[in-house]
Nanobody
């Protein structure tokens, strides 16, 4: 059974940093596309970043502040978030695809974690 488990969320002041982790089990994702999405209250789930053998993709509004990385030996993906803003407050979800092709669309991903809450105070 495939599982994605996020960790690293929490409460941080504006301007602070957090590093989210996503540990995958049940299947090796070294050749798969993996991504982070987020969903704020009352809003749709939105793309944050993805990573594959082709490289990384970021939402335009987050470039320069967020960095995605992966450790294939640990079957994990990470999201380093710097200069956090109150508008970054959301539940952050890890996603993985069966294929190596990334997408900014949440429906393209086959597996999802339960999410981790990130709250940025002003």
């Amino acid at each position: 059974q495939v599982r994605l488990v996020e960790s690293g969320g929490g409460l941080v002041q504006a301007g602070g940093s957090l590093r989210l982790s996503c540990a995958a089990s049940g299947r090796a994702f070294s050749r798969s596309a993996m991504a982070w999405f987020r969903q704020a209250p009352g809003k749709e789930r939105e793309f944050v970043s993805s990573i594959s053998w082709r490289g990384t993709v970021y939402a335009d509004s987050l470039k320069g502040r967020f960095t995605i990385s992966r450790d294939n030996a640990k079957n994990a993906v990470y999201l380093q978030m710097n200069s956090l803003k109150p508008e970054d407050t959301a539940v952050y979800y890890c996603a993985a695809d069966e294929s190596p092709i990334t997408s900014t669309l949440h429906r393209a991903y086959d597996y999802w974690g339960q999410g981790t809450q990130v709250t940025v105070s002003s």
